[in-house]
């Protein structure tokens, strides 16, 4: 769940999809029926998935693995080579048809239905061409090539199903996040108009933060020090190494490491950056709890979201402020032209003339 989480899938993410989606497989290798030399199985189901929900590098690395262990599994048996080929090539036709897949809203589960039949109809191709004795191979496929197209496509569907249903819990779960995001903000707006000079301010706002989220930790920060936090006697300390290369870098950093020692055990801390004008002015931290079902993605994208809105409003509440001083100064140069010291000598001007140019 944590891997299908990702939005943006790296290398190493869709490295971790093609294990679980090959082990899947490789599963389906041992569950499978012994008949007539061969084993009849589910493979095409994980191994398609793999392809259609993980991206290339997924299926082709699940159809590979699970491949060659089907290869090494009964390398003795007539199909060991050609239902090895057809497991990778399974991956590899998942992979091709993955982007297409990702786009289609209409008659889903009918493209699953013509993408299993596609794949149970090259690995009868591969084993009539590759499986000796080929009568052997012939008679094999009469058999078991009509309910292994019913199966495994009713299968997929079911697959690919429950699959849709766990993304939609997670889009309703991202929302939820940002819905937080926003009302957390909306809460914290009176506070962070005073911008970041007003510490007790900042210690309200990441109160709120903290009882809202039930976080362990929150802290804003500038780029030097911490200037307020709530859960524990951060201010005053220098910015952590993590936050600082948060406000370097302009993006959210995670740690898991307890590279901040304040932070308690049992938890991973965020930094997401507080810029004005294109430049960082400070950080936003979290510390949040991990847990065996936690899924820190989530956590992540809500301090960015909130280090968005909070910067947006640290950056309106500074704005205030300036107009406010120039307010002042606008006042001050008025009130110094009606200075009495100036009125006085115009008064004595005036004096002046009436002796020497009343006219004037």
Sequence with gaps: RTALKQQDRSVPNQLLLGLIFGLLSIASTYTGLNFQGAIVNTRTISTLAAGLVGGPLTGVSAGVLSGLH??????GGFTALSCGLGTASFGVLGAVCHRWFSVLTARRNWALVGLTLAAELLQC???????RPFEAAVALEKAILLPKIVVNSLGLVAFMATLDRLNRSLTIELVEQQAMALFIAQTCLPYLREGLGSRSA????????????SAVQVAITDLEEVLAASGGELTGQPLPPFARQAAEEKRPVVI???????????AASIAAPLVWDERAVGTLILAVRLGPNLILEAERRTAESLAQLFSSMLELGEL?????LRQQAELKALQSQINPHFLFNALNTISALCLTDPNR
């Design 70 to 75: 089907r290869y090494c599994y009964a390398p």
């Design 125 to 131: 191709a591969l084993i009539l061409a590759l499986s």
């Design 202 to 213: 900042l210690r309200q706002a990441v109160e709120i933060v903290r009882g809202k989220l």
């Design 256 to 266: 898991q490491d307890g590279s901040w020692p304040l932070r308690p055990s049992g």
């Design 320 to 324: 205030q402020h300036q107009v406010e």
